[in-house]
T-cell receptor
Framework: NAGVTQTPKFQVLKTGQSMTLQCAQD?????MSWYRQDPGMGLRLIHY???????DQGEVPNGYNVSRSTTEDFPLRLLSAAPSQTSVYFC???????????FGSGTRLTVV | RKEVEQDPGPFNVPEGATVAFNCTYS??????FFWYRQDCRKEPKLLMS???SGNEDGRFTAQLNRASQYISLLIRDSKLSDSATYLC?????????FGSGTKLNVKP
């Protein structure tokens, strides 16, 4: 099993560009989430999903969109990149709340 | 108020020492609790779940106090390889909330 796969691993964007961070899991997990991690801020929840077709906002959703058309995939779209979105982005998945999350290896995004 | 709060540390301890971390959570209805470990520039990895009765995994012991809304992690006989950031995690209402982490440095 590949687990949770995130692509790309590194990305540099110019202010105003849009892009999609990809996340896929092969464990048939219902729960999936996107977090960003900034120095000293810990992991902050951007968006989450409890199943295909169901998404909801987390703590810091502004500037990001998600969709969940299949159980396996949960892409995160940056609509118009800003320097404040420079961060490390982690995707995670789980069977449910009692089992904890499995994380992807992260995408390091720099917006210039 | 943050959902989960932790002392950021760092905790600097010698090899073989016992070290304890605590964290507090704000929502008394929280349902599940975990400790994660994160190495520098890596993704967080599940260390252990935390149960009300307390649980142990080798040198690691986790405790949950629902009345006081805090979670603890005890590491005995610290190893150099235990150096990392330890994240306290709380689950409620379909969301996992992460503390900012406590940094542990184990010195030879």
């Amino acid at each position: 099993n590949a687990g949770v796969t995130q692509t790309p691993k590194f990305q540099v964007l110019k202010t105003g560009q849009s892009m999609t961070l990809q996340c896929a899991q092969d464990m048939n997990h219902e729960y999936m989430s996107w977090y960003r991690q900034d120095p000293g801020m810990g992991l902050r929840l951007i968006h989450y999903s409890v199943g295909a077709g169901i998404t909801d906002q987390g703590e810091v959703p502004n500037g990001y969109n998600v969709s969940r058309s299949t159980t396996e995939d949960f892409p995160l779209r940056l609509l118009s990149a800003a320097p404040s979105q420079t961060s490390v982005y982690f995707c995670a998945s789980s069977y449910g709340g009692a089992l904890g999350y499995t994380f992807g290896s992260g995408t390091r995004l720099t917006v210039v | 108020r943050k959902e989960v709060e932790q002392d950021p540390g760092p905790f600097n301890v010698p090899e073989g020492a016992t070290v304890a971390f605590n964290c507090t959570y704000s929502n008394s209805a929280s349902q599940s609790f975990f400790w994660y470990r994160q190495d520098c520039r890596k993704e967080p990895k599940l260390l252990m779940s935390v149960y009300s009765s307390g649980n142990e995994d080798g040198r690691f012991t986790a405790q949950l106090n629902r009345a006081s809304q805090y979670i603890s992690l005890l590491i005995r006989d610290s190893k150099l390889s235990d150096s990392a950031t330890y994240l306290c995690v709380v689950y409620n209402f379909n969301k996992f909330y992460f503390g900012s982490g406590t940094k542990l440095n184990v010195k030879p």
